[in-house]
């Protein structure tokens, strides 16, 4: 019996691994419920499953949560602050990290402080600290267990290999929901196009990331932190069916690929239950209905985050950490209606351009210059606001 | 140094493993040739590599193998009897069995009973007697490599699994060079359409198989034997670019699939190699070139091999080795001229309706029913010749 805590519970991989957890009572329990400011769902969630722990990082909306349970009232933590306090109450053996953005990085090294497991749904936090956070999760012996699609896919096929040696990763994309548009009609699209996802339903920040390809530029980050890789051994593939989630060429040439649905629930699991593997939840592929898989080169010129991520990786230091800030921001502006969606890579690539500090390694270093992307963004963006 | 014995070292197959060895010499060093009458090619081989033993099946032959060395002469062993003698003189730590058809059933039970590892290419024997071949390799702790493509592709999936444990094996078909064609053409088929292959250079016997689709058929049967398989955990995909050589199912719903450009020399050599993956010797897969990948049915109604093959594999008994014998005559029947295409599996079922007895189980008995098979075969390819 795994003890479970899942942060960023209301999200969309939060919730589709409370149905993993609630299907398999046998294998797991749920012990914590962490969220920012959605305490409605999040009372609905802890009625359910009657956690020992609830963590509601907002304190005005912690003020909001009405529940019965939670050891009446004992195990309810509000605050930044109170996460440690709602770990050790919860005795997880497991923390199934789904907050986005890099708001998961301070939790994030709280579990691996405390020797914790950590299933990893969010890609920002490794990106803006890969190294620390690695480091800190093996001298702790804490595993980090990857969530996402793409890199638990690279996970399982480099189990095929002994020595987990290979020669290369290739990270699917399904393209996204603007892959045929033109460069003109890119920076006519507007929000209701991007949120039209063809494969995946996600939460907003990372579908308009999908949608520039920015999400695939954090998964090439992510994947060199996670498998120890160098970024020139990663290839970005299009693969609009989204069924193949990634694949790894060995030594000898020969590749090694993880098809499935496309359903979170399915890595979710695998990440709960690794190195076993569980009855199915989602579904199962039918390959004499399945027709064709398309595969094609992502096109650099059409969406440019793709090379600034790269150009990030290659450099190291802190700029990744800007990178993915200054994305935030205009993320953000494009979603509330503020600026065009080619903008977006416009103000990354201008933050990235203006930054000069490589940071000293230290995590204060990449909080500072977060910071910084994100005021230096908000500079640009200001200009470029309808 | 692992020390390699080539039996069929003159077929396709043959000479993939002598490429694969001559450019590995600090990991291989071929010890052992044996073919069945080839000698002219067998006695280039020979100088080449220079083996300690060299083993000629046809005696007539034999007398026509002119080779100054193989140790002057003592090295050349001829007729069948003598082949035990050939392994011993050769030190072998693995061999390869690429010979092709029923042929290859008693050498490779007399490499099994000496505990040597074996490296297969040969499907009829596990067809004929998969039972008792596992059974031996298993007492002997002789390893039984898969060298098929598919068989490869499956083995190396499996490992992905710690437990080995699967749902399903999708075993995929490239369909042939005659998939596209309407029963009334399939009638007309002949000799040359049937050998113009779309993917895979190989041998005439293995070449009509993959037209009729009994090849997939025989490798259910294989597959089954190799791997612990029902027959209907296996399920047969058509494929035809050949670039996923097959996948597996886990209880999930994850997949695993392998991908490879079509060379044998890549599952050859990581059959020798095994564990360890050695450097590439044939090529790699392009994604950004590679475009689609197709998947669909295979029609039972058009190849009817494959469900004959299933038939068989649900009945067992003898009844595999009988649709394997009675198949090797039709086939050996339509590269001589004498009947047509869709003759094959109307003759091979025939064969396997007038089959009565299921045997003992014991190696007797299989061969008895091989020996039946033909003749009954003959019988009824009497009447259908033009």
Redesign the interface.
Known sequence: MKRIFVLGSTGSIGTAALDVIGSRPDEFRLVGLGANSSVGLLARQSGVFRPPAVWIGDKAAAGRFVCGNAAGGKGVFAGPESFPAALEKSRADIVLVAVSGAAALMPLMEILERGIDVALANKEALVMAGGRVMKLGAKNKARILPVDSEQSAIW??L?????R?F?RI?LTASGGPLRGMSVSDLRRAGLREVLRHPRWKMGRKITVDSATLMNKGLEVIEAMHLFGASCDDI?V?VHPEAV?HS?V?????????????PDMR?PI??AF?Y???????????D??R????????PDFRRFPCLGLAYAAARRGGTLPAVMNAANESCVAAFISGGIGFMDIPAVVSLVMEAHKDRGDGSLEAVFKADAWARQKAEYFLRRRRK
Do not use: H, T, W
């Not at 076993?276 to 592929?285: F, M, V, Y």
């Open positions: 399982q096929c189990s095929c290999n002994p020595s040696v020669e290739y290839r593939v193949v694949m060429e060995f030594r000898d040439g020969s590749v090694i690929a993880q098809l499935s649905v399915i699991q695998y239950s190195p076993d593997r569980l009855e199915n939840i989602a579904g199962r592929l390959f004499s399945l027709g064709r898989l398309n595969f094609e080169k």
